[in-house]
């Protein structure tokens, strides 16, 4: 699949790398795509075959646009690319946008929704969101099987990603697909907890896993 | 113990039988203790031991005082029993509010930091939120161990609230104490998240779990 990634922080490089490992056509899309600090510290993708192009080149490239740009700058610079190259593209969303103040910055919606909504033509799916960059690519490194969430409003795109994620080491069963684009909010305002989570136990890498009851509970009337 | 619970609904009855049953000295509170319905309603309650009184009088009995009334509502009834009634008590917190549209009526703190903030000399410890009251009072319904988690600032109110978890059946290694009482907003920002898995799985019947690194993982400078 063609993939293209937004954002050249921890979160872009360590899924450009999964990805690509997994037999992905990865293109890399950055605002200074010729700058020779990022090319040097992006060398080990680029040896392993990800390309390094400029935001527009890496949507072109792309079948499923990933945004891992920080959730502050997120739409802004999606907008640099415009919504008639975004039109009919799955945007596979994991980006959680922080204030100075840590408090989170689309605190009555979130950033999933805000893109679906300035690209309505796109297919925005949530995911990965609710876990660190380490976990995402590593899932057997947890003690035991952690739950990945699912939040768009279109099935075939939530069908790719979900075989992404899968890609990445997942098991299809850890997946719990939540429902339409308004249901992100659950997984970004998670990130509060999370944080709590990791200042509690010491570390981002963890997961969370959806433990069911025996006897499959009451119904939601109940 | 003696408990005070403020809160006839589902929460604060599953909370006062399982604390009886415990052993404990349990007064529910209530605006209209002398109600016949609400006698009515509560009557297996009261032959198992619980007693009902007015608001200051349930505060007024606590050595802990729960909060299980909506979370729209509960600064206001705490106000109505006083700040000089609440001092020194720990007051445990439950209550999570939602506005009619769905979405959290403390958006941007938490109900614990603002009912910590109305009484000062009060201890408020957060807890047992992010879990449906069946499976607060019945942790082994679900498949696995699942966690619960303390915010306060208080050691030793988190310490007696945390016996108090226990007593309800869960094991002392299922608690996370997240740390101070702001991190309450995690817990409580986790409801959005909760609706969207219980739409999904078709209960609210179910826990999280926290699911640690096999190694220990990496500190939170790396």
């Known amino acids: 699949m063609r993939i293209g990634i937004l954002g050249t922080g ?106 679906q909504r300035a690209f309505p033509e796109a297919h925005v799916v949530k995911t990965l969101c609710t876990i660190d960059r380490k976990v995402m690519v590593a899932p057997d490194s947890l003690e035991g099987p952690a739950t990945v969430f699912l939040s768009g409003e279109d099935a075939a795109a939530k069908k790719t990603v979900r075989g992404l994620v899968t890609d990445l080491g997942w098991s299809d069963d850890a997946l719990i697909d939540l429902g339409g684009i308004a249901t992100a909010r659950g997984q970004e305002h998670f990130a509060l907890l999370f944080i709590g989570i990791a200042e509690a136990t010491g570390t981002y890498e963890f997961g969370v896993r959806v433990v069911l009851p025996t006897g499959g509970g009451s119904g939601l009337d109940h």
């Open 10 to 115: 921890h979160v872009g490089k360590a899924l450009a790398a999964a990805w690509a490992r997994a037999g992905h056509d990865v293109v890399i899309g950055s605002r200074r795509p010729d700058d020779r600090e990022l090319l040097t510290e992006l060398r080990e993708l680029t040896a392993a075959g990800v390309r390094i192009d400029g935001s527009a080149g890496a949507a072109a490239h792309a079948d499923v646009l990933v945004n891992a740009t920080p959730g502050t700058a997120s739409v802004a610079l999606l907008t640099t690319i415009g919504a008639p190259a975004l039109a009919g593209k799955v945007i596979l969303d994991v980006g959680v946008g922080f204030l100075e103040d840590g408090t989170l910055s689309h605190p009555l919606v979130s950033l999933g929704e805000e893109i």
